[in-house]
């Protein structure tokens, strides 16, 4: 199935949290948000805005932040 990206909403460097939206498709009439599932860093963006896609074709690069710092308890 093939989709037409609609948005991209970041960049490489950029710092992405968990829930965030990385960019939006449109596929049979739908569009829909790719959300990052891990906080971390965007490495590369393969596509663009109005850039026809196949299933399978790598988008986004994210790469995972592994560390938690808590606040300490008191």
Known sequence: MSGLIIDVFVKPGQSVKTGDALLRIEAMKMENDIICESNGVVEEVFIHKGE????????????LSLIHISEPTR
């Not at 026809?52 to 790469?63: A, D, L, Q, S």
């Open 52 to 63: 026809n896609v196949e299933t399978g074709k790598n988008m986004v690069t994210v790469i």
